[in-house]
T-cell receptor, first 115, second 114 residues
C-alpha cells in the first residue's frame, strides 16, 4: 500500500532564510505527488504537482520540489521564506488502488517563521 | 469562478445525532471526494464520487454515507455520531476521478461533537 511520511512535525525558520520540507513516499512505480498548504481554519491549497518528466517542478508562491526516485523523496523548497508562509504543509500521493483519484496524505509539517 | 463551497462552516452536535454536510464542486468538475481531518493529522479519505456513482471508499464505518446529485454537488451523512467524529470535513473536486488529477479543496466544515 502506498504511504507518505513527513519526518518533521514542526519546523521554525527565520524570515528570509531558505526552507526545505521533507517528504518520503512508498510506491513501486512512478507516483503522482502533490504538495498542499493549509492556513489555520482553511482548506488545502495546491502548491505544486509531479507526474512525470522534469524532476524539478515549480509551483505557486515561489515554491519548488524535487522528485528523487532513488531516495523515494519529494522535498519542498523555497529560497527565501516570508512571514506569510507560516502554515501547515502536506505532502500527498495519488492512490493507484481500488479508488482511482483519492489522495494519501502525510501527517503534515507545521512551519513557523521567526521575524 | 467560484471554488469548492461547503456548508455549513461550523456545526455542533451531540453524541447519537446525525449530520449532513454539503459540498458544491467547481463548475465543470464531475468528481467529488470527502476527507476527514482530525486535529494534528493529515486528511483521511472517506469517499469519492464520479458521475453520481461511488468510485471509492476509505476505511470508515457504515455510519458514514454519501451521495452525489445530478448537478455534481454532494452530501456526506454521518449517523450515530461519536465523540471521535469531531473533525474538519473537507470536500475536494476534480475534473475526473483519476490519480493524476489535482484535487481542489473547500474550506471545510468543522464538526464538534459534545
Amino acid at each position: 500500500a502506498q504511504s507518505v511520511t513527513q519526518p518533521d512535525i514542526h519546523i521554525t525558520v527565520s524570515e528570509g532564510a531558505s526552507l526545505e520540507l521533507r517528504c518520503n513516499y512508498s510506491y513501486g512505480a512512478t507516483p503522482y505527488l502533490f504538495w498542499y498548504v493549509q492556513s489555520p481554519g482553511q482548506g488545502l491549497q495546491l502548491l505544486l504537482k509531479y507526474f512525470s518528466g522534469d524532476t524539478l517542478v515549480q509551483g505557486i508562491k515561489g515554491f519548488e520540489a524535487e522528485f528523487k526516485r532513488s531516495q523515494s523523496s519529494f522535498n519542498l523548497r523555497k529560497p527565501s521564506v516570508h512571514w506569510s508562509d507560516a502554515a501547515e504543509y502536506f505532502c500527498a500521493v495519488g492512490n493507484y488502488g481500488g479508488s482511482q483519484g483519492n489522495l494519501i496524505f502525510g501527517k503534515g509539517t507545521k512551519l513557523s517563521v521567526k521575524p | 469562478d467560484a471554488g469548492v463551497t461547503q456548508s455549513p462552516t461550523h456545526l455542533i452536535k451531540t453524541r447519537g445525532q446525525h449530520v449532513t454536510l454539503r459540498c458544491s464542486p467547481i463548475s465543470g468538475h464531475k468528481s467529488v471526494s470527502w476527507y476527514q481531518q482530525v486535529l494534528g493529522q493529515g486528511p483521511q479519505f472517506i469517499f469519492q464520487y464520479y458521475e453520481k456513482e461511488e468510485r471509492g471508499r476509505g476505511n470508515f464505518p457504515d455510519r458514514f454515507s454519501a451521495r452525489q446529485f445530478p448537478n455534481y454537488s454532494s452530501e456526506l451523512n454521518v449517523n450515530a455520531l461519536l465523540l471521535g467524529d469531531s473533525a474538519l470535513y473537507l470536500c475536494a473536486s476534480s475534473l475526473v476521478a483519476v490519480s493524476n488529477q489535482p484535487q481542489h479543496f473547500g474550506d471545510g466544515t468543522r464538526l464538534s461533537i459534545l
